[in-house]
């Protein structure tokens, strides 16, 4: 048993050294994403395409879309212009409505 003691000594401060080194990258890692809640609603005037996606039934795409409405046409002035959005029509609007918000524009 005496001569397992410094594999196993070995072996703990390998693995003590990597969960070190490894703690830095993790904490610069971003935090796990946040969903949007009705609580919390995402903004459609500030929200980033990664925010967007934080809503139920919004996918990167539809998000870019979003996004890309807003830069061409300006601020959405109510939760509605939503649909004028490509791909999001009455039924998918009514199913995202409590997780949207429109705040005043940067």
């Not at 601020?75 to 998918?92: H, T």
């Amino acid at each position: 048993m005496r001569e397992r003691f410094p594999l196993y000594t070995a072996l703990g401060l390998a693995l003590v050294a990597l969960l070190l080194a490894a703690t830095p990258a993790a904490m610069a890692a971003p935090q796990s994403k946040a969903t949007a809640t009705a609580d919390a609603p995402v903004d459609l005037n500030s929200a980033t395409v990664e925010q967007l996606t934080t809503i139920p039934g919004i996918g990167r795409v539809t998000a870019e879309r979003i996004v890309q409405w807003r830069e061409q046409n300006g601020p959405f002035r109510r939760a509605e212009d939503l649909m004028k959005v490509k791909g999001i029509g009455d039924k998918s609007f009514d199913k995202l409505r409590p997780y949207v918000k429109v705040g005043k524009s940067r």
